[in-house]
């Protein structure tokens, strides 16, 4: 599956932005979906992750509360919200896809086997 990602965008402590991933080539529906964020001078880390199916969500400890993952099948699309932004989540954020992904804790990266090009968050304080 190809995954395009957009959304990113400079915006103001407190505010919010809606990221979106767009899937082409197989459905979404058979994968596990995940968002990941690059800040710079830092290694990639874990943001969400939703199981195969939709079912069980994870989160970033420092995002729960604040940030939802969701998809649509219909547009084929994975979604992340991000509600209450703080400059220290500002970073490149990656989608990506994990074929017939099924978690009992938080997904390691190594899992997802296709990535979207990165959309940069910039938060300002």
């Known amino acids: 599956v190809q995954l395009q990602a957009s959304g990113g965008g400079l915006v103001q402590a407190g505010d919010s932005l809606k990221l979106s991933c767009a899937a082409s080539?197989?459905?979404?529906?058979?994968?596990?979906v995940g968002w990941f964020r690059q800040a710079p001078g830092k290694e990639r880390e874990f943001v969400a992750a939703?199981?195969?199916?939709?079912?069980?969500?994870y989160y970033l400890d420092s995002v729960k509360g604040r940030f939802t993952i969701s998809t649509d099948n219909t547009k084929n699309t994975v979604y992340l919200q991000m509600n209450s932004l703080k400059p220290e989540d500002t970073a490149v954020y990656f989608c990506?896809?994990?074929?017939?992904?099924?978690?009992?804790?938080?997904?390691?990266?190594?899992?997802?086997?296709?990535w979207g090009q990165g959309t940069l968050v910039t938060v300002s304080s």
């Open positions: 080539g197989r459905t979404l529906s058979n994968y596990a």
């Open positions: 990506a896809a994990d074929f017939g992904g099924y978690y009992t804790s938080t997904p390691m990266e190594s899992l997802f086997e296709s």
């Open positions: 939703m199981n195969w199916s939709g079912g069980r969500t």
